[in-house]
């Protein structure tokens, strides 16, 4: 019912007329201000609602729910007044566009703002194999959260946004957990678009250097196959150079923390839980523009403007390549025997960057008396700096046929539904031999992180058993569209796994205990019925003292091998089928 709508909306749309006369004025409040100021969330809704109002390629819609209240709105361009994604992928490249995630970061706000109307009104041909997608403001709740001194280290606007939403969560944080309205209108929007390549706009926290612009790009590595090939040795040097062919320097993001870029960095590694490592798992090109909180508001937005056209034209020029490597990846995965869930920097490999930055220097504190990193301008330099953008696998699991799930886990399998993963469901009760994890070591954030406590180094031995599953069990095939999302979420020890966002903690407490003074007599039983295991027992005594003295954990001790012991506890409820 909703994509029927949705697809009624925007037929609508395309039969506007397009000699539509307008009294509104297409002047952003960023360039009323002279680059000073940045739009409300009202008048950037107001501002793309007027610009599809007038012209037939632009339509605007509401999609999904966020925790403000507020309904999340995607704006299309296409100069061919045709709204339907499912027709547009058959010959075109989408872009999606996400801005405000970070509200304080509005950067891209004002430049999307701009660069659909210039567009519109000719002033940029938009090329003929791509269509422009944008979430206006994703974070409406830190938008509307407005205020001028949250960003202690930016240079402007004059007012801006709150990082976090309405219910105080980091968005960029949340697209795997989903604990958020707005990551779960992303998901639906994401979805429906399926896009090609994927922006998000932001400003950098860190070092200082001579750049307005810096990329964080997804690892090409992790992206994989030819599709990752592609990324690193055509997108990325062909966009850097349209940049540069518009006077703009751009370097990738620099990963230091109160440290000087000159010593080196790696490349961030952006894992499932930040928006371009979610798309990532859908094979989708992702890139971050980190512009440099120190430069002027209006060089910023300038800079994200011609960013977003360069890539434009980039994806015009390699348009079907795109489309082609894109739908061979899937194939190219299912190959596989083995999926890597973590990786590491690989050291035997890097890149040399002409890096353009100020020179460090630690000066004694006036306000603690320590020493501080200050650096200075009237020292700019260009050096070789070693950046290290290679990585390697770290840890690699067998590729399973399918996982299995029992239907109470409705939460998780929500999320599933969410991200459009393809199962098939019991029709009777059913005996599967299958391969089961059991839990067997993990360690847990002690601080609150995002609304959760994390988990984190989980370990776990496997087995394979014979498993009774319900009908109305969930079986849930991997050589399918979402098969990336489900080994990252799926595998216990994957970093942003459910398991260690907490989605199955219920395991990790016993429910059955047993009475001391009860269990003595069965206890009894066990070492006399059985040799092996009494022969067991009293070795474990010789050997290990505080064993030997601790009368209670040899209850425990025998509980754990008897037939009454809790076989929920620490037992994983998500299967494997090989």
């Excluded at 997108?235 to 440290?259: A, C, G």
């Excluded at 390699?318 to 490597?325: E, R, V």
């Amino acid at each position: 019912m909703k994509k029927l709508t949705f697809l009624l909306f925007v037929l609508i749309l395309a039969c506007k007329d397009t000699n539509t006369k307008s009294d509104f004025d297409f002047e952003t409040v960023f360039e009323k201000s002279q680059g000073t100021q940045t739009a409300t969330y009202q008048e950037t809704i107001s501002y793309f609602t007027e610009l599809a109002n007038l012209y037939s390629e632009i339509a605007i819609h509401e999609i999904g729910e966020t925790d403000s209240g507020k309904p999340l709105h995607i704006v299309t361009l296409n100069p061919d007044a045709e709204f339907d994604f499912e027709s547009i992928r058959k010959n075109k490249r989408i872009i999606l566009i996400n801005n405000g995630i970070h509200p304080g970061e509005s950067d891209g706000i004002d430049a999307t703002m701009m660069l659909y109307r210039d567009i519109a009104k000719g002033k940029i041909d938009l090329p003929d194999n791509v269509v422009l997608v944008n979430i206006p403001v994703y974070n409406i709740g830190g938008s509307l959260n407005r205020n001028s001194g949250t960003r202690a280290n930016q240079n402007g606007p004059e007012e801006y946004g709150f990082r976090g939403n309405a219910r105080n969560y980091d968005l960029n944080r949340d697209f795997i957990k989903c604990d958020t309205k707005n990551a779960r209108a992303f998901a639906e929007v994401y979805h429906l678009v399926k896009p090609d390549v994927f922006i998000e706009n932001h400003v950098s926290n860190g070092a200082d250097y001579q750049y307005t612009l810096t990329h964080l790009i997804t690892q090409h590595n992790k992206l994989g196959g030819e599709l990752g090939a592609f990324l690193h040795e055509t997108i990325q040097p062909e966009f850097e150079q349209k940049l540069k062919e518009k006077n703009w320097d751009i370097t990738p993001y620099v990963n230091v923390w109160n440290n000087t870029p000159e010593h080196g960095f790696s490349q961030f590694f952006d894992n499932a839980r930040y928006s371009s490592g979610y798309t990532t798992l859908f094979n989708t090109i992702g890139f971050m523009v980190e512009t440099h909180m120190l430069k002027p508001y209006k060089q910023r937005v300038e800079g994200t403007y011609d960013f977003m056209l360069s890539m434009i034209e980039v994806v015009e020029d390699h348009s079907d390549a795109i489309d082609k490597l894109r739908k061979n990846m899937p194939s190219q995965l299912h190959k596989n025997k083995t999926y890597t869930l973590e990786w590491e920097v690989d050291t035997t490999k890097h890149s040399i960057l002409k890096f353009k930055g100020f020179e460090g220097e630690y000066i004694t504190s006036e306000v603690t008396g320590a020493k501080r990193l200050k650096y200075n301008h009237d020292k700019p330099y260009t050096k070789d700096v070693v950046y290290q953008n290679y990585f390697k696998p770290k840890t690699q699991v067998e590729i399973p046929s399918a996982y299995i799930i029992p239907q109470g886990w409705h939460h998780v399998l929500d999320l599933l539904k969410l991200n459009q993963v393809e199962f098939k469901m019991l029709d009777k009760d059913s005996t599967i031999t299958v391969e089961s994890y059991r839990i067997t070591d993990y360690k847990t954030r002690t601080r609150a992180y995002e609304g959760h406590y994390p988990h984190y180094n989980t370990s776990f031995t496997k087995s394979i058993k014979e498993v009774t599953f319900s009908k109305g069990d969930y079986i849930i095939p991997t050589k399918q569209y979402a098969f990336r999302y489900l080994m990252e979420t799926l595998e216990p020890h994957a970093p942003d796994s459910y398991f260690n966002w907490n989605f199955f903690d219920t395991i990790l407490q016993k429910k059955e205990h047993f009475s001391p003074y009860v269990f003595e007599d069965t206890a009894k039983q066990m070492l006399d019925s059985n040799p092996e295991l009494k022969a067991e027992f009293e070795a474990k005594k010789a050997e290990d003292e505080t064993f030997k003295t601790n009368w209670y954990a040899q209850l425990v001790w025998l509980y754990e091998r008897s037939e009454h012991y809790d076989t929920a506890y620490l037992q994983y409820p998500v299967y494997r089928t090989l």
